[in-house]
Nanobody, 115 residues
Framework: QVQLVESGGGLVQAGGSLRLSCAAS????????MGWFRQAPGKEREFVAD????????YYADSVKGRFTISRDNAKNTVYLQMNSLKPEDTATYYC????????WGQGTQVTVSS
């Protein structure tokens, strides 16, 4: 059974940083490009960033470009999202999933940025 478990969220002031982790079990993430997505209250889930299976290629939504960095450790079956210079509009529940297919959504991790 595939499980994606996100962690690392929390409450932070604007300008602060957080590092999210996505630990996978039941699936070998090195087989997939992986992505981070987020959903704010009352809004649809949106793309944040993705990374190729090797880690050599990354892509970001314009809203986070230059502030967020996606990375992965295939040996640990884990994907990360370093978030710097956080803004109140980054407040959302953050999820990871494969970039091009649906492995199933985890519980997500809540990020709240206060102004």
């Amino acid at each position: 059974q595939v499980q994606l478990v996100e962690s690392g969220g929390g409450l932070v002031q604007a300008g602060g940083s957080l590092r999210l982790s996505c630990a996978a079990s039941g699936v070998t993430v090195s087989l997939y490009a992986m992505g981070w997505f987020r959903q704010a209250p009352g809004k649809e889930r949106e793309f944040v960033a993705d990374i190729s299976w090797s880690g050599a290629s990354t892509y970001y939504a314009d809203s986070v470009k230059g502030r967020f960095t996606i990375s992965r450790d295939n040996a640990k079956n884990t994907v990360y999202l370093q978030m710097n210079s956080l803004k109140p509009e980054d407040t959302a529940t953050y999820y990871c999933n494969a970039a091009d297919t649906n492995l199933g959504w985890g519980q997500g991790t809540q990020v709240t940025v206060s102004s």
